[in-house]
């Protein structure tokens, strides 16, 4: 190959990855967790993945007495499957870390049947400290695996986060949930 050649096709090729890298980066929509005029944090939604929003609300679950107020939940999953779905709440009166742990405990078992942990990790998410559980167990009758996250925000708040995949997912679909996460930014 010529000089001549080699360097249109290294132009070519920067040019190319200039496009790919605009096009990556205006690929997301900004999403926010406001509650009373704060933003909490945000995340990135991928094209193509669709959001339901629930506001505050009581509900009293299944088989239970008790009313329990349920914070404002982001739903985010790709239209294309139904198999996958990532949620974001940021639950009243936890303040920290630990107190999450308990509110974990608590709604675990609403979002999962049966859970078993497989792994447990301390990580940093947009900079912030995060614990991390993952696992499996059952969820609408069918094999799940999940991965559940509370992440420290500014303040006395914490964010709770959950990825529930059904058994026989798209393995294409992590990049998108990796996306979202990776775009996670605390509000200040």
Not at 88 to 105: K, N, S
Not at 109 to 117: A, E, N, T, Y
């Amino acid at each position: 190959m010529t000089a001549i050649k080699v360097l249109r096709l290294r132009t070519f090729l920067s040019a190319l990855g200039l496009t790919l890298l605009t096009v990556a980066a205006s690929a997301q929509t900004p999403l926010s967790y406001t509650e009373d005029g704060k933003t909490h944090f945000t995340v990135s939604v991928p094209d193509f993945w669709e959001v339901r929003v629930g506001g505050p609300r009581i509900l009293i679950p299944k088989g239970e007495d008790a009313e329990r107020e349920v914070a404002r939940v982001f739903g985010l999953k790709p239209k294309s499957a139904d198999t996958v779905w990532i949620g974001f709440i940021v639950p009243r009166g936890v303040r920290t870390l630990e107190e999450g742990a308990d509110y974990v405990r608590e709604i675990g078992p609403h979002l999962v049947r049966d859970p078993v942990v497989t792994k447990r990790e301390v990580r940093r998410i947009g900079g912030r400290t995060a614990h991390s559980i993952t696992g499996k167990g059952r969820r609408g009758g069918r094999g799940v695996q999940f991965t559940a996250v509370l992440i420290d925000l500014p303040g006395p708040h914490v964010a709770f986060s959950v990825t529930v995949l059904e058994n026989g997912f798209d393995p294409d679909l992590l990049g998108g949930i990796n996306s979202v996460y990776d775009s996670f930014r605390a509000g200040q």
